[in-house]
Nanobody, 122 residues
Framework: QVQLVESGGGLAQAGGSLRLSCAAS????????MGWFRQAPGKEREFVAA??????SLADSVKGRFTISRDNAKNTVYLQMNSLKPEDTAVYYC?????????????????WGQGTQVTVSS
């Protein structure tokens, strides 16, 4: 069982930045694909970013503003969020996929963190 713990959420002003971190308990972390999803009130959970050993993918809505990276030595994946907009307000979830490839579908992920709130004020 992989445990994922997110941190770094909070309140930011529009145009500001936040960096989310997700620490994994699994020592074979490097073999997992890692993803970030978000869910705003009244909306479905949506893909934000994912990273695997072969590359990464970003949702169109965050391209040019967000970056995803990972540090396998620290079993941690990061989501750097710049130029934040009020519409980025959501609970952000970290997820891990045993399949190892980049997936946009939440069903492909096996483990989930508890989520961290990001609120962007205008």
């Amino acid at each position: 069982q992989v445990q994922l713990v997110e941190s770094g959420g909070g309140l930011a002003q529009a145009g500001g930045s936040l960096r989310l971190s997700c620490a994994a308990s699994e020592r074979t972390f490097s073999s997992y694909a890692m993803g970030w999803f978000r869910q705003a009130p009244g909306k479905e959970r949506e893909f934000v970013a994912a990273i695997s050993w072969s590359g990464y993918s970003l949702a169109d809505s965050v391209k040019g503003r967000f970056t995803i990276s990972r540090d396998n030595a620290k079993n941690t994946v990061y989501l750097q969020m710049n130029s934040l907009k009020p519409e980025d307000t959501a609970v952000y979830y970290c997820a891990a996929s045993k399949l190892g490839s980049i997936w946009h579908e939440s069903e492909r992920y096996d483990y989930w963190g508890q989520g961290t709130q990001v609120t962007v004020s205008s």
